[in-house]
C-alpha cells in the first residue's frame, strides 16, 4: 500500500482506533483475567515471513512477549539468525532504529508447541506455506494470516478450524533482509467473518497490542474490503515504477491515481460492502471529493502528500526484483471480477490489470504514466462499443 496516511504515533493511533471502535465495531485492548494473562504470557507465537509487514510486527512484539520467533528462508533467515530485525520510523530513521534480536526456526516443526503462528506471507505463497504448517503442527495452533484481499478466507479454512484474519493499516518497506521502515506502528485489525473465537481474538490482541495497536474489529468482510480499495495503488505504482524513478507527469499520475480508486470504491459498494474507517486512511468521501474536484484545485496539496509516499512491495517486487509473483490477482483482478458480476464499468481498473498481467515479467520496464491512460482509453471505447 502507497497510499498518502498521516503518520501518527501509537498513542494516537490507539487513540483513533478506540474511536473507530465506537462507530465501527472495532475495540482496543482491555483488562484481561489473571487466568488469560497466564496464557498471554506463555504463548508462543512463531512468526512465518519476514517481509516488511512480519518483520516490523514480530520485532514490536518481540520486544515485550519473550517467546516470539522467526522462520524465514536463505537471506532473510540468515540475516535473521546474524543480525535480528532493525526497524525504523520513515520521519526520523536515526531517532527511532532500534535492533531486535530474535529467536529463528527452520521450519514449523521446530516448534511442535507453538500456540499462534501468524503467516505474514501473501496470497500467491500463502497456500504452500499453510500447507507445511498444517502437515507439521496438524490444526494445533491459531493461525493469523496478514495477507490483503480475501484469498486468505478460501485458503485457511480448509486446513485449520482457528483461523483469524488481519487488516494491516500502516506502510512498511524491507530495505534489506532484516531491516525494515515504517511509516507509523500499526494500528493492525484482526476479526472473523462470523466473529467467533473470540477467546482465540482476545489472546491474540493482547500479545500483537504489546507491539503495535491491535483492535479487533466485527465487521471484517467491510474493513477488507475497504483496505482493497486502498491496495489499488499498488499495481499502478508498479506499472509506473513510482519510487524507482521520478515521476514524469504528476497532473496524469494525480487523475490515474484518484479515478482508480474511486472507481474502486464504486465496485465494491455495488457489491454490498460498506466503508470501514480504517485509522489514518482517507475516507471514501475524500476518494470521491478528489476524484471529481478540478486536478489543478487539489494539486498543491497532492504534490505535498506524494512526497510523504513510499515506495510499495509490488514496485519492489516487479521493478527491482524482477519478480513475476504479485499481488495482481488478488487486489486488481479481484475488483476487475467483482466489477464484471455487478456492472460496473471500471477502465482504470481493467486497464492496469491486463497490462500487469501482460508486462509484469523479468526484464519490465516502467511504463508511462501516458501508457496507461491511453489503455484506459481503449477500454472506455471497448466498454462503449459493447
Request: aromatic share 6%.
Amino acid at each position: 500500500m502507497a497510499l498518502p496516511v498521516r503518520p501518527l504515533s501509537a498513542d494516537v493511533s490507539a487513540k483513533n482506533g478506540a474511536n473507530n471502535g465506537a462507530k465501527d465495531g472495532a475495540k482496543i485492548s482491555g483488562k484481561i483475567s489473571a487466568k488469560d494473562a497466564g496464557k498471554t504470557s506463555n504463548a508462543k507465537v512463531l512468526f512465518i515471513g519476514p517481509g516488511a509487514v512480519g518483520a516490523s510486527v514480530g520485532a514490536w512484539v518481540a520486544e515485550h512477549h519473550g517467546p516470539v520467533w522467526m522462520m524465514g528462508h536463505r537471506a532473510s533467515q540468515a540475516a535473521l539468525r546474524t543480525n535480528g530485525i532493525t526497524t525504523y520510523a520513515f520521519a526520523d530513521p536515526d531517532g527511532t532504529r532500534r535492533t531486535v534480536p530474535v529467536a529463528t526456526v527452520d521450519r514449523p516443526s521446530d516448534l511442535p508447541d507453538a500456540d499462534i503462528v501468524v503467516l505474514a506471507v501473501k496470497n500467491y505463497s500463502l497456500e504452500a506455506v499453510a500447507r507445511q504448517v498444517r502437515d507439521e503442527l496438524r490444526d494445533r495452533p491459531i493461525v493469523v494470516s496478514m495477507a490483503n484481499g480475501i484469498d486468505n478466507q478460501r485458503i485457511l479454512p480448509k486446513l485449520f478450524s482457528k483461523v483469524i484474519y488481519g487488516v494491516v493499516c500502516y506502510n512498511a518497506r524491507r530495505d534489506t533482509p532484516g531491516v525494515v521502515g515504517y511509516q507509523r506502528k500499526g494500528p493492525l485489525l484482526i476479526g472473523t467473518p462470523d466473529n467467533g473465537l473470540g477467546d482465540e481474538l482476545r489472546l491474540v490482541q493482547s500479545i500483537l497490542g504489546q507491539g503495535c495497536p491491535t483492535l479487533i474489529v466485527d465487521r471484517l468482510a467491510d474493513a477488507v474490503h475497504s483496505k482493497i480499495v486502498i491496495n489499488l495503488t499498488n499495481a499502478l505504482d508498479a506499472l509506473l515504477g513510482r519510487g524507482s524513478r521520478p515521476l514524469a507527469n504528476i497532473a496524469a499520475y494525480q487523475h490515474l491515481l484518484t479515478q482508480t480508486l474511486w472507481e474502486g470504491v464504486r465496485v465494491i459498494r455495488a457489491a454490498g460492502y460498506r466503508e470501514y474507517r480504517i485509522p489514518g486512511m482517507p475516507r471514501f468521501a475524500l476518494l470521491h471529493l478528489v476524484a471529481v474536484l478540478p486536478g489543478w484545485l487539489t494539486r498543491p496539496v497532492f504534490k505535498r502528500e506524494l512526497r510523504a509516499m513510499q515506495m510499495s512491495s509490488m514496485t519492489q517486487d516487479v521493478v527491482l526484483r524482477g519478480a513475476y509473483d504479485t499481488e495482481l490477482e488478488s487486489i486488481t483482478g479481484y475488483v476487475v471480477q467483482l466489477a464484471a458480476e455487478h456492472g460496473v464499468a471500471a477502465p482504470y481498473n481493467r486497464a492496469i490489470y491486463r497490462l500487469g498481467r501482460e508486462k509484469f515479467r523479468p526484464g519490465f520496464a516502467p511504463l508511462r504514466c501516458e501508457d496507461v491512460l491511453a489503455e484506459v482509453g481503449r477500454e472506455m471505447h471497448a466498454g462503449k462499443a459493447g
